[in-house]
């Protein structure tokens, strides 16, 4: 059908054109282009029962005057590096050099020369803004003539200027981040490490944080290493440093990762059915690599061999069409990492899912009305009324601290509300928590288990928590272990596992009672995309079955996996509909196609700055 | 009813597997035990003894063989001269120095008074006391048996002691039963004051509150392992007092038992309450030690109640540990029957119902 878009793409490249720069062995390094140098370096912590090797025969230079991104899932190694940079940990073999001098001999000349900002910076929470500032320029030495000059600078940067007399324990996740990065920058760094410095920050802090460290990058000539957990950053990265488990997967810049995929990514529409089915239905292809939902289509990767005929995949499906799109380094980094998984491993582990008729969407089964919750004068959660009806997949969405959280412990019976109505499966949950209780399954974002247990204690406890015994609890654990492949570490140690693991299982706890409602409160923060693409496959089964799910996150990219979604803000409902209903909002000329994170911002600047204390 | 067993399965699981849980079970009682049982004694022996012999005589001779044999003293040094008894005491090389004059044996010979001088290093004052009082019933017991050889006139009257229950009055006797109830406390407040922190820390009490359970059932899975590590704890030091140290149980075991059943259920009640009001597992263990150190103080376990200021007195009255001292001491040396004990168990029962609810309380409030 759509053969002319087929024909226009350029057949998948060869992997080496005359790009690759970092090959270079043979060329001698200059000495003042390369900030950071690292060789053979490995870093093992011993912990019970194991050892953890965070950081295994690295060997990765940083370029000067631009930001390099340091990618990968948690546990990949990304802050074992940067805390080696920073002279904080001693490697056990290799060595590492930060701007020509050795991290261990000359620590404190790397440290007066570099500037480390970790995950959650070191601010005091009972100083203000300023006295914050004025704190790290006297760590650093800073001369009192210059600081005037650097402060105004560095608020006006920051936008914290009007509250430089404010605590900085009461500024919003966003400001604090920000003001971190000042404090860094009261003495200006020759490197600035960051790790992960926009994680669970809202888009426009993020936005924000982004154009202060391109000012330096361009302005100072200061040299960047920034590790993120979202993929959509590395394409804003001069280069990338892909790590996992502890190795390297590649250097370059970003779109060395995705050219390979040129001409080999998709997206499919099919008008009769809904975008979850047509993703199940994908996924399962041989000669696809990758299916995401995006909004009410779905993005596919293809094999080399497939690409050249791309209508082929669609075969199954009705009234279906696939375009063309160009690649991103997203696509790139799955490829990557799937082709070394599977290298070790099976193939990817097909989830199973049940082909049965897809459960009648009828009646409502979350139904939130002028929902308030006040803390002390604070107001964190703000009027709010949704409803979700049954087998719908609902998106929270919103920064760290706009009261998603909240209205998530709420609706779970967790937090007690202050006005409105709240009903869960019919179950008004002011009153009678405890029943609605038993019809939820909770899953949080810290995968709250009990770690001292083993897997099987884990599911054992749980099983009966919700009151199954007898035969249905033995079906239901031994279900859980072939579903979740959680059989072969039934005995370990459920603290030990990858996170991955940990959050298999924590999901098998909240489904053994086969709930009617599932809640997952940040459900794939921090495990690798593949895990996150496995874990959204098991959602959408269980959708399929006619379970309802309520999610929050923080990844503008996992919102597009929803049928509605609300986006929220200082405790207020900013928006609510579909993806695409939501992205509509933020059309315009220049930007004919806005992701979620440009509606996201589009639709606070629409609105006039709330009024409260929490900015 | 399953449900409630698995809960308490968890707990047991919970903390048996984990290390450091494992250790506060296991290691604070047997380091006490033989803190208390072996160190913290009131006696005193093989006290440092210096002789400063003037009469060498052989009435003098006998009078110092009887400090030497006795398994209060050894000595340490000789003395000749006066000059060196005050470096002897100042350097703590002699607690007590005896100095028999050099008329003693003719002032004995005459029926006159024979002084003998006790020097005492009175820098710990107990010591002192209870040296210098060893020094005088040797000293007594050899003027009456000097007196009956003699044929001289004997003292007019005599003190003829005997200490009942604890004959020989040995000071573990009155301490070893002590550590029951201390052990028991430190053990069950830690374990009870850690449970609802740890879980909190570590993000699993959320998991478990979304879960059917009423807040009463997971109050009742906290308490039953702390009860039952208590009670086995309890029983364990029970064990060592009679077989180890050799203190007499002359009481029943029911009627301990009761005392113990009612002891946890305070302790087990205000470990809770902590637990309840503690975020971080930090908190929960300063909370125990805050209650911890003046129950012990104020409980009679060292120090008598009856010396301590009427205000502080009256206090008591609120710890638990005073009523069950009592218990202990009683059934273990006295053989104090049950009806006895009734004014000792009816306030027990008071606080434990009282901690309980308010835990309770507690609980339900900060759920949230």
């Known amino acids: ?615 | 009813m399953s449900r409630l067993l698995a809960l308490i399965r968890k707990e047991f699981l919970a903390l048996l597997k984990d290390p450091r849980s494992r250790f506060v079970i296991i290691g604070p009682p047997i380091i006490q035990l033989l803190v208390f049982g072996y160190a913290a004694t009131f006696d005193l022996n093989d006290v440092p003894l210096a002789v400063y012999n003037e009469s060498g005589s052989q009435a003098s001779r006998e009078l110092i063989a009887r400090f030497v044999n006795s398994p209060s003293f050894q000595q340490v040094a000789t003395i000749e001269h006066d000059s060196r008894i005050a470096p002897l005491i100042e350097r703590r090389r002699a607690l007590l120095v005896l100095h028999i004059g050099p008329q003693f044996e003719r002032h004995l010979r005459e029926g006159t008074t024979a002084d003998v001088q006790v020097i005492v290093d009175g820098r710990n004052s107990n010591t002192a006391m209870i040296a210098s009082g060893y020094a005088q019933t040797i000293i007594r017991n050899f003027s009456i048996d000097y007196a009956g050889r003699s044929g001289t006139e004997a003292p007019p009257a005599t003190i003829t002691s005997r200490a009942w229950f604890n004959p020989n009055l040995l000071s573990r006797w009155f301490i070893v039963p002590g550590i029951v109830g201390l052990l028991t406390l430190v053990v069950t407040m830690l374990v009870t004051a850690l449970s609802v922190a740890r879980e909190r820390e570590q993000g699993t009490f959320d998991q478990l509150l979304v879960t059917p359970y009423q807040p009463w059932e997971i109050l009742i899975g906290k308490a039953i392992p702390g009860f039952l590590i208590g009670l086995v704890e309890a029983t364990f030091i029970i064990l060592v007092a009679v077989l180890w140290f050799g203190v007499p149980l002359r009481g029943d075991l029911s009627t301990l038992y009761t005392g113990i059943a009612l002891f946890l259920l305070s302790a087990i009640g205000v470990g809770l309450m902590i637990s309840s009001l503690s975020v971080t597992q930090q908190q929960g263990l300063l909370g125990a030690f805050l209650f911890l150190v003046p129950a012990i103080i104020l409980s009679g376990f060292s120090t008598p109640i009856a010396n301590m200021p009427p205000a502080v007195q009256q206090l008591t009255y609120l710890n638990p540990m005073r009523y069950f001292m009592i218990i202990l001491r009683g059934v273990f040396l006295e053989g104090t029957p049950f009806e006895l004990l009734i004014s000792q168990f009816w306030p027990l029962a008071v606080i434990g119902v009282t901690t309980m609810l308010s835990a309770a309380w507690l609980f339900r409030r900060r759920m949230y």
């Open chain 1, 1 to 615: 059908m759509m053969d002319e878009s087929a024909a226009s793409v350029v057949p998948g490249q060869p992997a080496t054109p005359g790009h690759s720069t970092q090959n270079d062995a043979a060329k001698p390094v200059v000495a003042d282009d390369v900030v950071l140098w690292a060789e053979g370096l490995t870093k093992t912590f011993s912990a019970k029962p194991n050892d953890v090797t965070a950081v295994r025969g690295l060997s990765v230079r940083v370029r000067a005057h631009r930001i390099t991104g340091l990618i990968g899932p948690d546990g990949a190694g990304k802050t074992t590096l940067m805390r080696l940079a920073a002279g904080l940990l001693v490697p056990d073999e290799g060595r590492i050099e930060v701007l020509g001098l050795d991290c261990v001999r000359d620590q404190a000349a790397v440290q007066a020369r570099v500037g480390y900002m970790p995950q959650r910076f070191g601010l005091y929470e009972d100083l203000s803004v300023q006295e914050n500032l004025d704190l790290y320029a006297d760590l650093h030495g800073v001369p009192q003539a210059i600081r005037g000059r650097r402060y105004d600078e560095l608020m006006r940067m920051t936008g914290l200027a009007p509250f430089t007399a404010r605590l900085a324990g009461r500024l919003s996740g966003g400001m604090k981040q920000k003001l971190g990065l000042a404090c860094v920058l009261v003495h200006p760094p020759q490197l600035l490490l960051l790790d992960e410095p926009t994680v669970g920050v809202d888009p426009v802090s993020r936005r924000e944080l982004w154009a202060i460290v391109n000012r330096f990058v361009e302005h100072e000539g200061t040299s960047v290493l920034m590790s993120t957990a979202y993929l959509d950053e590395a394409e804003r990265c001069d280069e990338v440093i892909v790590l996992d488990e502890g190795s390297l997967i590649g250097q370059g810049p970003p779109s060395q990762f995705s050219r390979p995929l040129t001409g080999r990514t998709f997206r499919v529409r099919a008008t009769g059915l809904g975008p979850r089915d047509v993703q199940t239905h994908l996924a399962l292809r041989s000669e696809v690599i990758d299916a995401v939902i995006q909004g009410d289509a779905v993005r596919v990767v293809l094999t080399e061999a497939a690409a050249s005929q791309p209508d082929s995949v669609l075969t199954g499906l009705e009234q279906a069409v696939i375009e063309s799109v160009p690649p991103r380094f997203e696509d790139g980094f799955i490829a990557t990492l799937r082709a070394k998984r599977s290298a070790g491993s099976a193939a990817r582990s097909p989830v199973p899912t049940a082909r049965a008729e897809p459960a009648a969407r009828d009646g409502l089964v979350i139904s939130v009305r002028h929902v308030q919750r006040r803390f002390g004068e604070f107001l964190a959660v703000n009027d709010i009324s949704f409803d979700v009806p049954r087998g719908e997949v609902f998106g929270l969405l919103g920064a760290n601290g706009a009261g998603k959280t909240t209205l998530f412990r709420m609706l779970c019976g967790l937090l007690p509300a202050s006005g409105g109505t709240l009903q869960v499966a019919g179950v008004d949950v002011r009153k009678t928590a405890a029943r609605a209780r038993a019809r939820i399954g909770y899953m949080s974002q810290k995968f709250s288990l009990y770690g001292t247990l083993s897997v099987q204690d884990n599911l054992q406890f749980f099983s009966s928590a919700y009151g199954l015994s007898g035969r249905r609890r033995r079906d239901r654990i031994d279900w859980a272990l072939t579903e979740f492949e959680l059989g072969p570490i039934g005995d370990q140690t459920s603290g030990g596992l990858p996170l991955g693991y940990k959050q298999r299982l924590a999901l098998a706890c909240a489904l053994m009672h086969e709930p009617e409602i599932i809640f997952l409160d940040e459900p794939t923060s921090g495990v690798d995309p593949l895990a996150r693409r496995e874990f959204w496959q098991r959602i959408n089964s269980l959708v399929h079955q006619g379970v309802t799910v309520l999610v929050t996150t923080h990844f503008m990219e996992e919102a597009e996996y929803c049928d509605r979604m609300a986006i929220m803000m200082s405790g207020r409902l900013l928006a609510l509909g579909t993806p695409s209903e939501i992205k509509q909002q933020a059309v315009s000329p220049e930007r004919p196609e806005p992701t979620m994170e440009d509606a996201f911002i589009a639709l606070i600047e629409s609105k006039p700055p709330a009024g409260g204390a929490h900015a």
